[in-house]
């Protein structure tokens, strides 16, 4: 990769002729020319566009001209409602919203010599706030993304938002790497209809959720033909990875700050039985550490810090520096393939003793009695915290005592739940994460 990326570079490096599928090349192009006269007259140095779109070719083609006459873009989820919007409203004056009116004012953001792309995430606060990334550092994710699994083309089969950086990255890969890009709703692909039939180049990134449904719409078929089915945004649970065994499924670890992966399982590690999140990508730099900083062995639980060329400058109104530090718990074993336990933040203190949430849910799902689980920390004041589990049972004959009796002799005896509560499911969002505040509500 360069030393300098810049959009007017990235875009000179192809022609969309066979980039966005199902668009005739030569109006995508006009779009962008037809956006960039748009924005041609800047009335700062370094505008602020707020991008709120949902029609795929006019948000990409929004972003190239931004990019292309020097704006930044700040991204936003068609989706927001009033809360959402609030905490945007308070991060960020644009000098011009395309699909959301927001207080109008000028880019609160330092100066910058290069354009930057403002990312939403949830992270763990579940606020919204700006990661800010640059062109560069997207590019450079990406073109990692295409030396780890070498042989380009890396063509995309985009079900995931492009307000997103896992649908965002996927649009850079196939522009850098010369393959295509496919965007479709992904309850047309649920429905069966797929747009074509993939060959080794093509990629297609999910989150567990939407594997599940597509298994259970009888697609499987269909994703064995994908080079991986990139599968990430939350942590898959042991049933549906059995259901995939035999598919190139390639389990990642990524988040918004890192552009998207940072580590990621190749299909035929999969297909071996690994579970891990596979090895560090050649731009990033991962290194596990106790809580004074210094570097643990392989086999040793501790924090990430995560160093790369591709990592994101800060939030809007915070730099992150050097290297990230996610909340992450994780470890590296002797084959170097990086395994995440949990996050620091959920990590229960029961007399004195760590229990990581990941390893007693890891057990609970062998015994093969529940189709869901979640391990929490409630409040105890013997214990400090109390392991508690809450599980969806598979059959009436499941009890708080059949599950006990299976985990005996499985873990230590202070990782065992000290409360069972069965419920009829488990909260969880779209991308097939826990939903925590409802779980605490189901608690209390």
């Known amino acids: ?45 370094q505008p602020l566009l707020l991008l709120c779109e949902s029609e795929p070719s006019l948000f990409l083609a929004t972003c190239w001209a931004a990019g292309l006459e ?15 919007w609030q905490q945007a409203s308070a991060q960020l004056r644009p ?8 207080k109008p004012g000028g880019s609160s953001l330092p100066p910058s010599p290069v354009s930057r792309l403002l990312i939403p995430t949830g992270g763990t606060s579940g606020r919204v706030r700006f990661v800010i990334h640059t062109w560069q ?31 965002l990255m996927q649009a850079l890969r196939s522009w850098i790497s010369g393959g295509q890009l496919i965007v479709q709703p992904f309850r047309e692909l649920q429905l069966g209809k797929p747009l074509i039939s993939p060959t080794s180049a093509w990629f297609i ?11 259970a719409a009888a697609q499987a078929g269909w994703l064995a033909q994908f080079r991986a089915i990139l599968l990430g945004g939350a942590p898959a649970w042991p049933q549906l990875l059995q259901q995939a065994a035999s598919l190139p499924v390639a389990l990642t670890y990524g988040m918004t700050e890192t552009a998207a992966q940072i580590a990621t399982l190749k299909p035929a590690a999969f297909r071996t039985g690994s579970r891990s999140s596979g090895q560090v990508l050649p731009h990033a730099q991962v290194d596990i550490q106790n809580e004074q900083g210094e570097s643990l062995a392989a086999g040793q639980i501790g924090q990430l810090a995560i160093c790369s060329a591709a990592l994101a400058g800060g939030y809007v109104g915070q730099p992150i520096g050097r290297c990230f530090y996610p909340d992450d718990l994780g470890y590296f074993d002797r084959q170097g393939e990086l395994h995440i336990v949990g996050r620091r933040s959920q990590k229960i203190i029961t007399g004195g003793e760590n229990v990581f949430p990941a390893e007693v849910e890891a057990a609970i799902w062998a015994t093969q009695q529940v189709s869901d689980v979640c391990v929490v920390g409630l409040p105890d004041p013997d214990w400090g915290q109390r392991v508690t ?56």
């Open 1 to 45: 990769m360069a030393a300098a990326v810049t959009p007017a570079a990235l875009w000179a490096a192809r022609r969309p002729t066979d980039w966005l599928l199902g668009y005739p090349p030569e109006q995508f192009a006009a779009l962008v020319q037809q956006q960039r006269r748009q924005l041609a007259q800047r009335p700062t140095a």
């Open 70 to 84: 020097g704006w930044d873009v700040a991204i936003a989820n068609p989706a927001w409602q009033a809360r959402e």
């Open 95 to 102: 000098d011009r919203c395309q699909g959301k009116v927001l």
């Open 137 to 167: 550092t997207l590019a450079i994710a990406a073109q990692g993304f295409i030396d780890y699994f070498g042989s380009p083309p890396a063509s995309a089969y985009c079900v995931l938002p492009l307000h997103h950086v896992s649908g």
């Open 205 to 215: 990134s999910l989150v567990p959720t939407q594997l599940q449904r597509l298994l």
């Open 389 to 444: 589990a809450l599980y969806v049972p598979i059959s009436a004959t499941v009890t708080p005592s059949t599950l006990a009796a299976a985990l005996s002799g499985q873990i230590s005896r202070y990782k065992q739940p000290k409360r069972w509560q069965a419920v009829a499911a488990l909260p969880r969002n779209a991308q097939g994460k826990i939903d925590r505040q409802q779980i605490e509500k189901m608690l209390s």
